[in-house]
């Protein structure tokens, strides 16, 4: 949460809003690659918000991790921080 629209985005404006905010403390890679992933299917998140340069990591990472569990929640992804390469996006959806 380190940047105005981490306090904006993640915290202030979803609660202000009556939303239930996930979050972490660590990495996402750890224990496993699909901690991420995991969380989002446990929690039945439905709003995603991340930065491009995660989901270039998660790109690299693999299918694998994010086809272990069940995204169908998920009906709203964003991004912030800086722009999103096409191929990025793309994976992304």
């Avoid at 403390?25 to 039945?44: M, N, Q, S, V």
Wanted: glycine content about 8%; overall charge negative.
């Amino acid at each position: 949460m380190g940047w105005v629209t981490g306090h904006s985005y993640i915290v202030y404006g979803p609660l202000c809003n009556g939303a239930t905010c996930v979050m972490f403390e660590g990495t996402p890679d750890f224990p496993d690659k699909d901690r991420f992933w995991e969380l989002i299917a446990k929690h039945k998140v439905t709003i995603l918000y991340t930065a491009p340069t995660a989901i270039r990591s998660f790109m690299r990472w693999g299918d694998e991790y994010p086809n272990r569990h069940d995204m169908s929640s998920l009906r709203l992804l964003g991004t912030v921080g800086e722009p999103i390469n096409p191929e990025a996006w793309v994976w992304y959806r």
